[in-house]
């Protein structure tokens, strides 16, 4: 069984400072990770994806993602936080195996003040 | 018009009442979704689909069932409605030709409580 851990239900920075958003997974097999954003009132949109190539992944405006399989860890970080970034993040595992879903996390909550 | 819509968007019903949700796509795609998105719960996959013939139970299947009429259609019913399937509903799709590292495209969600 696959499963993903989201550490802190809510992250809150300052306009400029690091974002650093914590995922954790857990996978019998090689992992395929995900993280996706959902601004208030609509669906989610995927922002990066591990896919078993590089291990620093880029995902859209300027979020980063680092797979480290000693520490089972995916954490999503932006250098600079937005206002624009406030909004709701969820990591997500699946694997190669036939017929696999995607999981996902309980969700961070981001809030960037001014 | 969207790619993944989701019919009704907002729906108010009495325990007991059966209800469905509706999810129709434009995308091409033969793998369909349903989650279920819970404050402090994240989204939870009820069933999902990976062609029409293809019918898959989710994490928390109990209590719902799903139809798929086509490769563009994919509906959620919930039989006799109860006040703990008050939630946010949530239809995507993904592309089988990019397998499971495809990115799912949601819909905008259908808002369903149960009183």
């Known amino acids: 069984a696959q499963s993903v851990t989201q550490l802190g239900s809510h992250v809150s920075v300052s306009e400029g400072a690091l974002v650093l958003l914590r995922c954790n997974y857990s996978s019998s097999v090689p992992p395929y990770l995900f993280w996706y954003v959902q601004y208030p009132n609509q669906g989610l949109q995927l922002l990066l994806k591990y896919t078993s190539a590089a291990t620093l992944v880029k995902g859209i405006n300027d979020f980063e993602a680092e797979f480290k399989k000693s520490e089972t860890s995916f954490h999503l970080t932006k250098p600079s936080a937005h206002m624009s970034d406030a909004a709701e993040y969820f990591c997500?595992?699946?694997?190669?195996?036939?017929?696999?879903?995607?999981?996902f996390g309980k969700g961070t909550t981001l809030s960037v003040s001014s | 018009d969207a790619d993944v819509t989701q019919t009704p968007r907002n729906r108010i019903t009495k325990t007991g009442k059966r209800i469905m949700l509706e999810c129709s796509q434009t995308?091409?795609?033969?793998?369909m979704y349903w989650y279920r998105q819970d404050p402090g719960l994240g989204l939870q996959l009820i069933y999902y689909?990976?062609?029409?013939?293809?019918?898959n139970k989710g994490e928390i299947s109990d209590g719902y069932s799903v139809s798929r009429q086509a490769q563009a259609k994919f509906s959620l019913s919930l039989e006799s409605a109860i006040p703990n399937q008050t939630a946010l509903y949530f239809c995507?799709?993904?592309?089988?030709?990019?397998?499971?590292?495809?990115?799912?495209?949601f819909g905008e969600g259908s808002r369903l409580t149960v009183l």
């Open positions: 689909s990976f062609d029409v013939k293809d019918i």
């Open positions: 995308k091409g795609h033969d793998r």
């Open positions: 995507a799709t993904s592309d089988p030709g990019q397998g499971t590292t495809g990115e799912l495209f």
């Open positions: 997500a595992v699946s694997s190669n195996q036939a017929g696999t879903a995607l999981i």
